[in-house]
Nanobody, 116 residues
Framework: QVQLVESGGGLAQPGGSLRLSCTVS????????MAWYHQAPGKERELVAS???????NYVDSVKGRFTISRDNGNTAVNIKMINLKPEERGVYFC??????????WGQGTTVAIGS
């Protein structure tokens, strides 16, 4: 069973930055398009950024210019750098395939809190 382990969350001030990381226990990680997903309190999980196997990236409009997704195929990891964070971006962040499917269970996620 593939395991996804997210890390890097914490408390950031509005306008602050965080870098999240996700390690994936898959030997063929490099073949999969990956993404980061955000689940705000009381809301559904939503994709915020994706990266294909050839490292082409895509972002939802609200994070363009502020979030940067990257992948490290050698270390089977996908990362996201978030700057100029907004209060509504608090919540739990997850990584997974894009699109996710039943073959990979979701990890625990990493929690981002925004506050002064």
């Amino acid at each position: 069973q593939v395991q996804l382990v997210e890390s890097g969350g914490g408390l950031a001030q509005p306008g602050g930055s965080l870098r999240l990381s996700c390690t994936v226990s898959s030997r063929i990680f490099n073949l999969y398009p990956m993404a980061w997903y955000h689940q705000a309190p009381g809301k559904e999980r939503e994709l915020v950024a994706s990266i294909k196997s050839d490292s082409i990236t895509n972002y939802v409009d609200s994070v363009k210019g502020r979030f940067t997704i990257s992948r490290d195929n050698g270390n089977t990891a996908v990362n996201i750098k978030m700057i100029n964070l907004k209060p509504e971006e608090r919540g739990v962040y997850f990584c997974n395939k894009n699109p996710p499917d039943a073959s990979w269970s979701w990890g625990q996620g990493t929690t981002v809190a925004i506050g002064s």
